[in-house]
């Protein structure tokens, strides 16, 4: 059964910093792309962050460009947003998510949450002004 699981969300002052982790099992990770998504209280689910398969492509939202790093580690079937500089706006529910993709494909843009058919249940960041 494909599993996600965030974790690593908390509060934290305005400018601090949190590393939100993805734990995956049910499918060979290498094979898939991994995308961050958030979503605050009467807001869309917007897509922030996505890594390719091949662990070289990267794309991230405009909003958290340079802000926010997305990676992986395949041998811990774990996904990770590290995440510095955050503002009251990054408050949000965060969700990881995963789809099945061809090594040769490149995320073009942040990712879009149609795209992908596996989810976590997310993580609540909140940040203090």
């Known amino acids: 059964q494909v599993q996600l699981v965030e974790s690593g969300g908390g509060v934290v002052d305005d400018g601090g910093s949190l590393t939100l982790s993805c734990r995956t099992s049910g499918f060979v990770m290498e094979r898939y792309a991994i995308a961050w998504f958030r979503q605050a209280p009467g807001q869309e689910r917007e897509g922030i962050a996505c890594?390719?398969?091949?662990?070289?492509?990267?794309e991230y939202a405009q909003v958290v460009k340079g802000r926010f790093v997305v990676f992986r580690d395949n041998a811990k079937s774990t996904a990770y947003l590290k995440m510095d500089d955050l503002k009251p706006d990054d408050t949000a529910v965060y969700f990881c998510?995963?789809?099945?993709?061809?090594?040769?494909?490149?995320?073009?843009?942040?990712?879009?949450?149609?795209?992908?058919?596996?989810w976590g249940q997310g993580t609540q960041v909140t940040v203090f002004s």
């Open positions: 998510a995963a789809d099945p993709r061809s090594i040769y494909w490149k995320p073009e843009g942040a990712p879009r949450e149609n795209d992908y058919a596996y």
């Open positions: 890594i390719a398969p091949n662990d070289i492509y990267l």
